[in-house]
């Protein structure tokens, strides 16, 4: 029996690249400016804990979280912009099983477009996926993920329930998928913490194949 999903959904950060590998001189070069800043409030755990968010969560959304000054919060966009990596990314292994799936994927993926379109070119993962959507951090108004994945229904012209989402980030992707009534699945790749918000669990795309063809009829997520 065929499987009633139409396409799959998929993150950028942690998902299909370990970003805590290729990430941290960039991210440690912000807590270094933070660090510098003559208003600097953090104590060092808050910065562990800013360095840590910043690995799973659009700098932007960061920067709210914790109150940075417009200063700060353009210092950051400079480091994000101006980042160059040390050596090519390099993709989980498992994420050959993407193109190998019988239906449409996709990549969304948050933050700051610059910093983003890096990464992707680096990992040269283009031809894995149907469409690329950056949600722009910068971006006024801001589209938010489940917005694109709103444009990415009607585009397709399938129900939620026919798309799968999949990703580490329970408060973002996760919760946007459940807030459509998609069929969400947090995977949870070394250092992800697991929630109890997604619908399924999974340590690898290998396991994909086998959730898909067992998906026959989804309720929406209440509440």
Do not use: W
């Not at 799936?101 to 477009?113: D, Q, R």
């Not at 012209?157 to 999949?166: I, K, L, T, Y």
């Amino acid at each position: 029996m065929k499987s009633k999903i139409k396409a799959i959904i998929y993150d950028l950060d942690n998902t299909i690249y370990p970003a805590k590998t290729y990430c941290k001189p960039i991210f440690d070069r912000i807590i270094h400016t933070i660090l510098s800043h003559p208003d600097n409030r953090y104590s060092q755990l808050k910065l562990e804990k800013i360095k840590s968010d910043l690995f799973q969560t659009a700098f932007v959304d960061v920067a709210k979280r914790y109150s940075f000054p417009s200063n700060l919060i353009l210092s950051g966009k400079q480091i994000l912009e101006s980042a160059e990596f040390e050596e090519d990314l390099i993709p989980y292994e498992d994420c050959h099983v993407i193109k190998k799936l019988p239906i449409k994927s996709f990549l969304v993926t948050s933050g700051n477009t610059v910093f983003q379109e890096k990464k992707i070119k680096s990992l040269n993962i283009t031809h894995l996926f149907d469409e690329i959507y950056i949600d722009d951090e910068n971006a006024k108004p801001r589209i938010g993920k489940e917005n694109i994945f709103k444009t990415i229904l009607k585009n397709i012209e399938c129900n939620a329930e026919q798309v799968v989402v999949v990703g580490d980030n329970i408060s973002s992707e996760i919760l946007a998928g459940n807030s459509l009534g998609m069929y969400t699945i947090q995977i949870l790749r070394e250092g992800i913490q697991k929630g109890i918000e997604a619908r399924a669990y999974i340590h690898s795309f290998t396991e994909l194949p086998a959730i898909i063809m067992g998906i026959r009829l989804l309720s929406p997520i209440m509440g």
